[in-house]
């Protein structure tokens, strides 16, 4: 869940700070994009060490 949520995240922030700096809709595409790829390993670390520490 943590990933996923992770992922949704970035897509979102990307985007808002594509088109914050003026981006057209390619640009927060890949803005998106960029961000959900590294969101989704930080929150797939994340639910690792969570299992382990809980384990």
């Known amino acids: 869940m943590i990933v996923i949520a992770a992922v949704l ?6 985007a808002l700070k594509a088109r914050k700096r003026g981006g057209n809709t390619l640009d927060m595409l890949q803005y998106g994009a960029v961000y ?5 390993i930080l929150g797939l670390l994340a ?3 969570t299992h382990r520490v809980l384990a």
């Open 47 to 49: 639910t690792i060490l």
């Open 9 to 14: 995240l970035g897509a979102l922030t990307g």
């Open 36 to 40: 959900a790829i590294i969101f989704g």
